[in-house]
Structure formats: C-alpha cells, structure tokens
Nanobody
Framework: QVQLVESGGGLVQPGGSLRLSCVAS????????MGWYRQAPGKQRELVAA???????NYAESVKGRFTISRDNAKITVYLQMNSLKPEDSAVYYC?????????WGQGTQVTVSS
C-alpha cells in the first residue's frame, strides 16, 4: 500500500518560512520523481517544484529563488523549504510521486500566509 504523508504546514506571517516534509512508503522511492503541488480555493492544482531521481529540479516561476526542494532517499523523504512566504502562497500543498504510469498523491497539508 502506497502512502505519502505530508507534514509541516501551518499559519505563518508574510516573509516567514516553513519546511514541508513528505514521507513515502510502499514505493521504491529512489526511482520516483517527487513533486510538490498546491491548490488554492477556486483554482486548479499547480506544480510548485519537482525533483527527479537524478536530482534534476524544476520550479514554478512564482517560487523561484524562494522555495527549495530536496530529497533524502535514505529517509524516503522529500522536503520543500519555503522562504519569503507571501499571502498568495496560501494553499493546500500536496506531495506527489511519479514513475511512468504510477502516480500517487498525499492527503495534503494546509499552508496559510497571513498577518
């Protein structure tokens, strides 16, 4: 059974930081592309950042220079360090694992950026 369990969300003031974590089980973690997506109310889910098995990284333009994705294969965990947070970063953040036709989602963690 595949499980992706996110943690680290919460309420933070503008300009603050959060680090999201996603622990995976039930997959051969090291071969999967791992990604973070987000979905705000009334909007489509969008890619925030992704890291391949070879550690190639892709960021959404809106988060470049502020967010950093990383993975630790030994800990079967992918991270998203979020700095200089803005109110428009508020959303439910989802962890994703993808390998060909195998595609899995976590349950999501809420990030709210507000003063």
């Amino acid at each position: 059974q595949v499980q992706l369990v996110e943690s680290g969300g919460g309420l933070v003031q503008p300009g603050g930081s959060l680090r999201l974590s996603c622990v995976a089980s039930g997959i051969t973690f090291s071969i999967y592309t791992m990604g973070w997506y987000r979905q705000a109310p009334g909007k489509q889910r969008e890619l925030v950042a992704a890291i391949t098995r070879g550690r190639s990284i892709n960021y959404a333009e809106s988060v470049k220079g502020r967010f950093t994705i990383s993975r630790d294969n030994a800990k079967i965990t992918v991270y998203l360090q979020m700095n200089s947070l803005k109110p428009e970063d508020s959303a439910v953040y989802y962890c994703n694992a993808n390998y060909g036709t195998h595609n899995y989602w976590g349950q999501g963690t809420q990030v709210t950026v507000s003063s």
